[in-house]
């Protein structure tokens, strides 16, 4: 059975293409959301195997979401997807239970691979 994966990004264009990739990897996309208020009411209705998490969003931003996340289900495995530049954030993510991160723009097969590791 296909992994079922939250994507998370304010974003529609990045959303479109993390979901055309997955979809491509024989990923199922279960969801998506545009903020971090958003991902986590999708997270508790679909309860994914992976979350792809922008880091900056109106609303809720991706760490906090992320730590959210975590309280419904200390287990989560979430991504989050990082600008160039965003250094600081991306280790506070790490420290908040991130499993990992990708840096836009997205290449296909680090966007595969850090899945993969991730879900193990």
Do not use: H, W
Request: charged share 25%.
């Amino acid at each position: 059975m296909a992994q079922k994966i939250l994507i998370v990004d304010d974003a529609a264009f990045m959303r479109m293409m993390i979901k055309d990739i997955l979809t491509k990897n024989g990923y199922e996309v279960v969801g998506e959301a545009a903020d971090g208020v958003q991902a986590v009411e999708k997270y508790k209705e679909f309860q994914p195997d992976l979350v792809t998490m922008d880091i900056t969003m109106p609303e809720m931003d991706g760490i906090t979401a992320l730590k959210e996340i975590k309280k419904i289900n200390p287990n989560a495995k979430v991504l989050m997807c990082s600008a160039m530049g965003q250094q600081a954030m991306v280790i506070d993510a790490i420290q908040a239970g991130a499993k990992d991160f990708i840096v836009k723009p997205f290449q296909a097969d680090r966007v595969i691979e850090a899945i993969s590791k991730t879900l193990g």
